[in-house]
């Protein structure tokens, strides 16, 4: 088993307080009006659904009941839409509205531009940078958990 360096405490760190920051600004640049935990599912739902909410509290590591408050709250604002599942009565199929995929549209555009702006004051030798953290930073999210 190989022990942790200091070192490698010191950038995780840097990296995790980087990472929130980063997080909050962008969600602050996004002026949704939903929480987090909204966004994020409505995400999800527009990229790999339709789900079942059970799809949606598997993907979003959240517990069931979770699932089923968030759904109710983001078909109550009329960003999803409910369908039977063809494959078990009892439950439902949650997918995106038109409204839905406009909004994380927007918030997306918001986001994009706030960070263009943010790498235009920058060196080409930062983006380059950059798109390595980028890229790496992808690579090690993919990767199962330890």
């Not at 009006?33 to 599912?41: D, I, N, Y």
């Not at 960003?79 to 995106?96: E, F, G, N, Q, T």
Request: glycine letters at 4%; zero cysteines; aromatic letters at 0%.
């Amino acid at each position: 088993m190989q022990s942790t360096s200091r070192t490698d405490i010191e950038l995780a760190t840097r990296l995790r307080d980087a990472i929130a920051r980063t997080g909050r600004r962008l969600r602050q640049e996004a002026r949704t009006g939903l929480s987090p935990s909204l966004l994020m599912a409505l995400a999800s739902i527009e990229r790999e659904g339709p789900l079942t909410p059970s799809e949606l509290a598997a993907r979003e590591r959240i517990q069931r009941p979770t699932a089923t408050r968030i759904l109710a709250r983001l078909e109550e604002a009329g960003l999803v839409s409910r369908a039977p599942d063809p494959a078990d009565r009892r439950s439902s199929l949650v997918s995106a509205t038109a409204d839905g995929r406009a909004l994380l549209e927007e918030s997306r555009t918001r986001k994009d531009a706030f960070l263009s702006a943010r790498l235009e004051q920058l060196p080409a030798e930062d983006h380059a940078t950059l798109a390595r953290a980028a890229a790496l930073l992808e690579r090690m999210l993919a990767e199962p958990d330890a």
